[in-house]
Nanobody, 125 residues
Framework: QVQLVESGGGLVQAGGSLRLSCTASGRTFSNYNMGWFRQAPGKDRDLVAAITWSGRSTYYTDSVKGRFTISRDNAKNTVYLQMNSLKSEDTAVYYC??????????????????WGQGTQVTVSS
């Protein structure tokens, strides 16, 4: 298993920005596709953004396209989620997740089975 630790969450006003980080340990980071999920109270955990092990391909759910950017630095075992133009509906716990290259398509939630502890993002309107 790969261990994942998220950081960077917090309270921000609508229109503001946050950058989430997730650092991995325990396995070779470049063997994993990486995803960011979020879960709002009373709702399912949804895939927000994903990136392939090489960083060459990225995926975004429609509601964050043009506002969020996922990136990774394999030398630092870290994946990032830059969130701009934040809205109140972005409020959620954000989770980092890793999926093995053979676990399925990187842009499908079912491909991910290693989870961090989550970091709270609260956007005030």
């Amino acid at each position: 298993q790969v261990q994942l630790v998220e950081s960077g969450g917090g309270l921000v006003q609508a229109g503001g920005s946050l950058r989430l980080s997730c650092t991995a340990s325990g396995r070779t980071f470049s063997n994993y596709n990486m995803g960011w999920f979020r879960q709002a109270p009373g709702k399912d955990r949804d895939l927000v953004a994903a990136i392939t092990w090489s960083g060459r391909s990225t995926y975004y759910t429609d509601s964050v396209k043009g506002r969020f950017t996922i990136s990774r630095d394999n030398a630092k075992n870290t994946v990032y989620l830059q969130m701009n133009s934040l809205k109140s509906e972005d409020t959620a716990v954000y989770y980092c997740s890793a999926g093995g290259r053979s676990s399925g398509s990187y842009n499908e939630a079912t491909a991910y089975n290693n989870w961090g502890q989550g970091t709270q993002v609260t956007v005030s309107s």
